[in-house]
């Protein structure tokens, strides 16, 4: 008996060696997030993944299926301070980054942070406000910085904005503009979950909310550490040639009428890099571009009327061009 467990706990560590610290950190803080999102691995990896990039992040679907309980969870875990931003038709874009105001003790004005001023941000419901609040945070994702009466603030590293948005079918809700849409690094549509998990959230939910459970499962240097180890990952030519192939062709297809910007291709091969790290790896294959090229690529490609007439969405070109593109290293012999 003493030898059979001497033997598990030697594979155990033999295990934790081989362990990348990229791999270790994404397992923690996705085992942390999966006890509060449950049956959503995939989406729970790719939320991860997008916080290593250094990366936003935009939730679409309906209204609860736990949108806004991803955002809070991460946040927990990584430790990050964290503020939420409901967003309203009435709401101003000073009510985001933050407004001078005078005081006439000092006879100066001071300056109120908004809620934008934190490390993680959940914008709740993004296009449920106009478009003219929707840019105040044109700035801050591109720039990580805001403007507020001509003075220039920096904002804490890191910096994430996590948006929620319902689909833009639903009443009430404003389309995000281009602009907006190109600088969020992946967008993920969370979906119903399974029958069978379902069930598992009602009994885990019965006296309390597991996010009251969560807790900080890495620190702040750690995760800085590993979102610059990513960017050591080797991507060889034919890889990055790839995902140049993939982007051209989103602009040059014949249902297309506006293809993915330069910002697209940064983000395919960014994220690819993670995806290869988070597996074990230190160089890029192309199923890590392929496995990615969806969620990066899809909200950043304007379909043209016809093509909307006829039911072609942008994920059906992105599958289309995935499919017509050649692979490098899959010629026929």
Do not use: W
Not at 21 to 43: C, L, M, T
Not at 69 to 75: D, G, Q, R, V
Not at 137 to 151: N, P, S
Not at 257 to 284: E, K, W
Request: charged share 20%; with cysteine.
């Amino acid at each position: 008996m003493m030898s059979e467990q001497y033997q598990e706990t030697q594979r155990t560590r033999q295990v934790r060696q081989s362990t990348t610290p990229v791999q270790d950190i994404a397992e923690r803080i996705a085992s942390s997030v999966g006890h509060v999102i449950i049956g959503k691995d995939n989406e729970i990896r790719l939320t991860v993944l997008g916080l290593l990039c250094r990366g936003h992040i935009l939730l679409e679907d309906i209204p609860g299926v736990g949108k806004t309980m991803m955002a809070k969870s991460l946040a927990r875990a990584v430790g990050c301070t964290f503020n939420r931003i409901q967003f309203t038709p009435d709401m101003l874009p000073s009510d985001i980054t933050g407004v001078s105001i005078y005081n006439p003790k000092s006879r100066e004005f001071e300056f109120r942070p908004g809620p934008i001023m934190a490390q993680i941000v959940l914008a709740d419901e993004i296009n449920r406000a106009t478009p003219k609040t929707q840019s105040a945070l044109l700035e801050a994702m591109e720039e990580g910085q805001m403007t507020v009466d001509g003075v220039t603030y920096r904002l804490s590293n890191p910096f994430l904005i996590m948006a929620t948005q319902n689909p833009i079918e639903y009443e009430g809700t404003f389309p995000l503009p281009e602009a907006q849409l190109d600088r969020f690094l992946i967008r993920i549509q969370m979906g119903y979950p399974q029958p069978q998990d379902e069930l598992k959230i009602l009994s885990a939910q019965q006296y309390q909310h597991p996010i009251n459970n969560v807790q900080q499962v890495v620190s702040l240097q750690e995760m800085l550490a590993v979102q610059q180890l990513i960017k050591d990952v080797y991507v060889a030519n034919e890889v990055k040639q790839y995902i140049i192939n993939l982007i051209t062709a989103s602009r040059r297809h014949p249902d297309v009428y506006l293809g993915s910007s330069p910002r697209g291709s940064l983000s395919l091969f960014r994220t690819a890099q993670a995806r290869a790290a988070m597996s074990g790896r230190d160089f890029v294959i192309p199923d890590d571009v392929k496995a990615l090229a969806e969620v990066t690529l899809a909200h950043r490609i304007i379909v043209g009327p016809a093509a909307r007439i006829k039911n072609i969405t942008s994920r059906t070109v992105v599958k289309d061009i995935l499919q017509t593109t050649p692979v490098p290293g899959a010629s026929v012999r």
